[in-house]
Each structure stands twice: as C-alpha cells, then as structure tokens.
C-alpha cells in the first residue's frame, strides 16, 4: 500500500528531534555532525538563540497578515538587503523554484514593458538546477526532471557551461536574458570560471539582455562573501535567492535593479505567503548573524581550512577521490566512476556525518556557516574513515 507521506523522495531511514549547532541527534539518540544543512539551508546552523528567539516572538505576535497589508519586518528586511547588495528593490517568496519563477518573469517583463515581448527566451546551462516547477524543469533542462510532465515550457535555451562561444552563438533576436548559477550546485558543485562570468555580464551589456543569477544555493554567506558573484567584481540585473536566507525557515526572495523591478506593478506578480511577518523576522535574525562583524571572514577562515583537508585527503585516497571542488562552503568531493555518491554518502552516515549527494558523481560537503575549527577537524576525520571504507575494490563487492 502507498506511504501516508507520497513516495516522491528516497529517504534515509534516519529521523531527528534535536539540533544544536552543526550537531544533530536522531530520535533513537545517535549524534550527526550535520554537513549537509539541509541542502545548504540550515546557514546558521541548529537551535541558533537568536533565531529561535526571533521566530518564537514574532510568531506569538502574529505570523501572518498577507500581502493586502504593509509589513514592516518585510520592509526592514528589503531595505537591509538593498543596502548590501547591488539590487534596488526586493521581493519575498516561499522557494528558491518561486523565487527563479519570479526572476524570469521579471525578465520577461522589463523586455515586454521596453516594447520587446518577443525577447522572452533565457540562456540556461548543462547541468542547472532551477528548481521543480513546470517553468523550472524547462530552465533546468535535464530531461530526468522533464520526463512524464508534457511539453516542457518553452523559452530556455541551454548550452555548455563555461562556454562563452556557444552563449554568444545561442543569443538571437528572442533572447532576453542569461541564467546562471555562480556554481552549479544540484549539478555537480562545479563552479563557473569568475573569468566566464564576467564575460556574461559583458554579452548582457553587448545585446541589451538581462544577467538573472541563481543563488539560492551559492547566496547568504555560503561563498565566503554575502554573494558568490561578489567574486567576480560584477553585478547582475536581477537575482534569486532561497535556502540559507531563512536559516532554515521557508523563504525566498528575487533582488532586483531598479530598471527590472519597476515593471512589477501591482498586480502583475505575487504570493499569499512571501514575506510575511513570520518569514520575514527569520530572515532578519539570520542577516544579523550574517552581517555581524567579521562573520563572513570567519566563513571564508574555516572555508579554506576545510578545502585544504580535502585536498590533502584527495591525495591520500587517489583510488577513490577524483578531485575536490567548489566555493567557500560550499564543497564537493568528485569521486571516482567506481564509487558512487550514493555509497559514499551511506558510508559517511556510517561514520557519523550527514552529507548530500550531487550531480556528476560528487559528494557535497556544505556545512551551517558557523562552523568553527572543531567541526572541520572532526568532519575531517569522519571523511577520511569514510574514504577509507570506500576501496574501488569494497564498493564493488558491496554492490554484488
Ligand atoms: C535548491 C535550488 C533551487 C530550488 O529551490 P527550492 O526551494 O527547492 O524550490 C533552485 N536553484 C538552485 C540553484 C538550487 O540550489
């Protein structure tokens, strides 16, 4: 008979009740150091006070008013973000696959408002990952996620990422816009070339198209600086993002220039939900967190710890690990065609350590950003047991 809860995920049979910090215990009391976060959502780690404490008294108060009325946690949440970000003006959402949907209607919209609707089409990459809705599978692409749900959305163009000579041959009379992630996160933890990306910016400029980033997972903080794009010194047009905005509490939000966000004029776009009180007083205590003094540094700190481990790890287990990957912390561990992530994620599970599985045979380490040098030392040491049980030769025999 069918599960009560719909069989749509293949879950571990592991539940927890309880987190602290980047620890969580399961209901039959075993600990985990968690470097997965939820999928890079859990930034600021679990059972943060200060979070807690936030979401605790703003949900007493009242959690939920809708959009019909101002909200000043909302307010004070887009204003906090226009002031550390290249965007103008803000909106709230639910999802990162809300959040993308929005950003592309945006785009859709400024060319349609400066008199182009034909230049509805986005350039989007191999190796995306969008989000699940209709419009989103299409701008992902990957026909594993397009199968069985009708004609895929039309609209998205995809080419090879990192590569700048098929993006100039893909842009034509239709195209209004270029989608990237920083680094392709679902995909594989691959990182775009900074060099790339502001090449990107410099086409958009070029033919007058839109650069629309996906950082739902690459945003907050995870790169070591408040934004990944930050790295390559550019600015996009208009931005998404999800995950670690809200620490774990649902949210999403598109940031925009003021040239894209003033065609969404009332009534052209919205959410019941997006950016209420509730979500909003969460987004605000993990940007306190975020944006307190020497945070981000410690971030990057812990990050380069944490590549330098794996590196040197990389090299003691050549049969197993292909390579090391990624951005801040945001990592992967691309293993080799023998040993899958599957195995390897079951393995670290094993050993104590939550990690989640990525694209292209990679196993991503994206830990809650408050890690300090104790977690990476421990994790450090759960992965280098976990390579230790992952011979080509075991995982062979395992799967017989
Ligand atoms: C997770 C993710 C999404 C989708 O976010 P949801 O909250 O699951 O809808 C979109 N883009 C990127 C880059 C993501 O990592």
Request: proline content about 5%; aromatic content about 6%.
């Given at each position: 008979?069918?599960?009560a809860?719909?069989?749509?995920?293949?879950?571990?049979d592991?539940?927890?009740?309880?987190g602290e910090?980047?620890w969580?215990?399961?209901?039959?009391?075993?600990?985990?150091l968690?470097?997965?976060?939820?999928?890079?959502?859990?930034?600021?780690?679990?059972?943060?006070?200060?979070?807690?404490?936030?979401i605790?008294?703003?949900?007493?108060?009242?959690?939920h008013?809708?959009n019909?009325y101002r909200?000043?946690q909302a307010?004070e949440?887009?204003?906090?973000?226009v002031?550390?970000?290249?965007?103008?003006?803000?909106?709230?959402?639910?999802?990162?696959?809300?959040?993308?949907?929005?950003?592309?209607?945006a785009?859709?919209?400024?060319?349609?408002?400066n008199?182009?609707p034909?230049?509805?089409?986005?350039i989007?990459?191999e190796?995306?990952?969008?989000?699940?809705t209709?419009?989103?599978?299409?701008?992902?692409?990957?026909?594993?996620y397009?199968?069985?749900f009708?004609p895929?959305v039309?609209?998205?163009d995809?080419?090879?990422f990192?590569?700048?000579?098929a993006?100039?041959?893909?842009?034509?009379?239709?195209?209004?816009g270029i989608?990237?992630?920083p680094?392709q996160?679902?995909?594989g933890?691959?990182?775009?070339?900074?060099r790339?990306?502001?090449?990107?910016?410099?086409?958009?400029?070029?033919?007058?198209?839109?650069?629309?980033?996906?950082?739902?997972q690459t945003?907050?903080?995870?790169?070591g600086?408040?934004w990944?794009?930050?790295?390559?010194?550019?600015?996009?047009?208009?931005?998404?993002?999800?995950?670690?905005?809200?620490?774990?509490?649902?949210?999403?939000?598109?940031?925009?220039?003021?040239?894209?966000?003033?065609?969404?004029?009332?009534?052209t776009h919205g959410t019941?939900?997006?950016?209420?009180?509730?979500?909003?007083a969460?987004?605000n205590?993990?940007?306190?967190v975020?944006l307190a003094?020497?945070?981000?540094?410690?971030?990057?700190r812990?990050?380069?710890?944490?590549?330098?481990?794996?590196e040197?790890?990389?090299?003691?287990h050549?049969?197993?690990i292909e390579?090391?990957?990624?951005?801040?912390?945001?990592?992967g561990?691309?293993?080799?065609p023998?040993?899958?992530?599957?195995e390897?994620?079951?393995a670290a599970?094993a050993?104590?350590?939550?990690?989640?599985?990525?694209?292209m045979?990679?196993?991503?380490?994206?830990?809650?950003?408050?890690?300090g040098d104790?977690?990476?030392?421990?994790a450090?040491?759960?992965?280098?047991?976990?390579?230790?049980?992952?011979?080509?030769s075991?995982?062979?025999?395992?799967?017989?």
């Amino acid at each position: 008979m069918i599960p009560a809860l719909m069989p749509n995920y293949n879950r571990a049979d592991l539940a927890f009740e309880r987190g602290e910090g980047a620890w969580v215990w399961t209901t039959d009391g075993r600990r985990f150091l968690d470097f997965g976060s939820g999928i890079a959502t859990s930034s600021i780690g679990h059972g943060h006070p200060h979070l807690v404490k936030a979401i605790a008294e703003q949900a007493a108060r009242v959690m939920h008013v809708s959009n019909l009325y101002r909200v000043p946690q909302a307010e004070e949440l887009a204003a906090r973000h226009v002031a550390h970000s290249f965007a103008d003006s803000v909106f709230f959402c639910n999802s990162g696959a809300e959040a993308n949907e929005g950003m592309v209607k945006a785009v859709r919209k400024y060319h349609a408002e400066n008199g182009h609707p034909e230049r509805y089409r986005m350039i989007c990459f191999e190796g995306a990952f969008h989000g699940r809705t209709l419009g989103m599978i299409a701008a992902t692409g990957n026909a594993k996620y397009l199968e069985g749900f009708g004609p895929p959305v039309d609209g998205f163009d995809h080419v090879p990422f990192g590569d700048m000579n098929a993006v100039r041959a893909a842009i034509g009379p239709q195209t209004g816009g270029i989608m990237i992630e920083p680094v392709q996160g679902e995909g594989g933890v691959r990182p775009a070339d900074l060099r790339f990306l502001r090449e990107l910016r410099t086409a958009c400029d070029e033919f007058g198209l839109l650069l629309a980033l996906d950082e739902v997972q690459t945003g907050m903080g995870r790169s070591g600086k408040l934004w990944a794009h930050q790295w390559a010194g550019i600015e996009p047009d208009v931005m998404s993002s999800a995950k670690g905005i809200g620490g774990g509490f649902p949210l999403g939000a598109v940031l925009a220039k003021e040239h894209v966000a003033k065609h969404l004029k009332p009534g052209t776009h919205g959410t019941t939900y997006g950016g209420n009180p509730l979500a909003c007083a969460a987004g605000n205590a993990v940007l306190d967190v975020v944006l307190a003094d020497g945070f981000l540094d410690q971030v990057d700190r812990v990050a380069r710890k944490l590549w330098f481990g794996l590196e040197a790890m990389a090299h003691r287990h050549p049969t197993v690990i292909e390579g090391v990957r990624g951005a801040g912390l945001l990592l992967g561990i691309k293993l080799v065609p023998e040993v899958t992530n599957g195995e390897a994620q079951n393995a670290a599970v094993a050993e104590g350590l939550l990690t989640v599985a990525a694209g292209m045979n990679v196993l991503r380490v994206a830990p809650p950003l408050i890690i300090g040098d104790a977690e990476v030392d421990a994790a450090l040491e759960m992965l280098d047991r976990t390579m230790r049980r992952l011979t080509p030769s075991t995982a062979k025999a395992a799967a017989k």
